[in-house]
């Protein structure tokens, strides 16, 4: 059974920092592309970041230049890190993971998904 779990949201001040950690089991996605999505209230879930199976980033255009997408293959785990966070990045952020090795930045190419791990950036 396929499980991804996120961690490392909370409550920042705007301008502040945070790294979400995403733990995969259940199998290898080593050669997979994984990615990050957001959904914040009212609206529909967004590509964040995506990272494919030989270490190439992608990025949401509201995000390029402060966040950073990583991936450890030895530990099936894909990061996070959020830099010069701002209110309106406040959202639920799930990691998803492919069956390709293509970063893709629709959710309809994600078949697995976290429970999703909340990111509150107050003004």
């Known amino acids: 059974q396929v499980q991804l779990v996120e961690s490392g949201g909370g409550l920042v001040q705007a301008g502040g920092s945070l790294r979400l950690s995403c733990a995969a089991s259940?199998?290898?996605?080593?050669?997979?592309?994984m990615g990050w999505f957001r959904q914040a209230p009212g609206k529909e879930r967004e590509f964040v970041a995506g990272?494919?199976?030989?270490?190439?980033?992608y990025y949401g255009d509201s995000v390029k230049g402060r966040f950073a997408i990583s991936r450890d293959s030895a530990r099936n785990t894909v990061y996070l890190q959020m830099n010069s966070l701002k209110p309106e990045d406040t959202a639920v952020y799930y990691c998803?993971?492919?069956?390709?090795?293509?970063?893709?930045?629709?959710?309809?190419?994600?078949?697995?998904w976290g429970q999703g791990t909340q990111v509150t950036v107050s003004s």
């Open positions: 998803a993971a492919a069956n390709t090795i293509v970063v893709f930045t629709t959710v309809d190419k994600y078949p697995y």
């Open positions: 259940g199998r290898t996605f080593s050669r997979s592309a």
């Open positions: 990272i494919n199976w030989s270490g190439n980033t």
